[in-house]
């Protein structure tokens, strides 16, 4: 199994809807990393959560950290197609492992 | 746009044969770093470099290697290539090797193996 697990696997919503992206790790987790990802492009940041219960959030994107349940969640308020790609969460490991990613989210926004 | 750049697009080897993937870091970037991508899965740490050494790596056989240049550009070199070496490898640049969160991600490079 992996380490970073995320569900669901995929995604397909309604434009307007809001939805949410987890990701459970099986270790603790010290910094935990959301990236989104189109086809043909790289990975882009999107935010970075080191402390137990915090939240942050950029435009209508919100992503919190629960220390306690080494898990971090993604919530997108009201979809829009632009929204559509893989969304992966990844941890930091002290290790050369560097970044650990979980198997991705694909998300469809249907307009 | 992230400022990096990667080459060829897309490529198809046979198995067996060696390939050479090139990445353009952003300009100042010191630290460029290799993933392996499968297809539906996160990408997998391959190496790093630093000021044109090697940093760290990851789980990869040595037939996986690689090269970086003192004008931000590298490349990663796999030999005797295997089917399972079908992904896309993506670089990514950063300012130190500390600076995790703030790696800047290439389009990638898909590698098809047969």
Known sequence: SQELEQSPQSLIVQEGKNLTINCTSSKTLYGLYWYKQKYGEGLIFLMMLQKGGEEKSHEKITAKLDEKKQQSSLHITASQPSHAGIYLCGADRASYDKVIFGPGTSLSVIP | ?114
């Not at chain 2, 970037?29 to 991508?37: E, F, G, P």
């Open chain 2, 1 to 114: 746009e992230t400022g990096v750049t990667q080459s060829p697009t897309h490529l198809i080897k046979t198995r067996g044969q060696q390939v050479t993937l090139r990445c353009s870091s952003q300009s100042g970037h010191n630290t460029v770093s290799w993933y392996q991508q499968a297809l539906g899965q996160g990408p997998q740490f391959i190496f790093q470099y630093y000021r044109e050494e090697e940093n760290g790596r990851g789980n990869f056989p040595p037939r996986f290697s690689g090269l970086q240049f003192p004008n931000y550009s590298s490349e990663l070199n796999v030999n005797a290539l295997e089917l399972d070496d079908s992904a896309l490898y993506l670089c990514a640049s950063s300012l130190d090797p500390g600076q995790t969160y703030e790696q800047y991600f290439g389009p990638g490079t898909r590698l098809t193996v047969t």
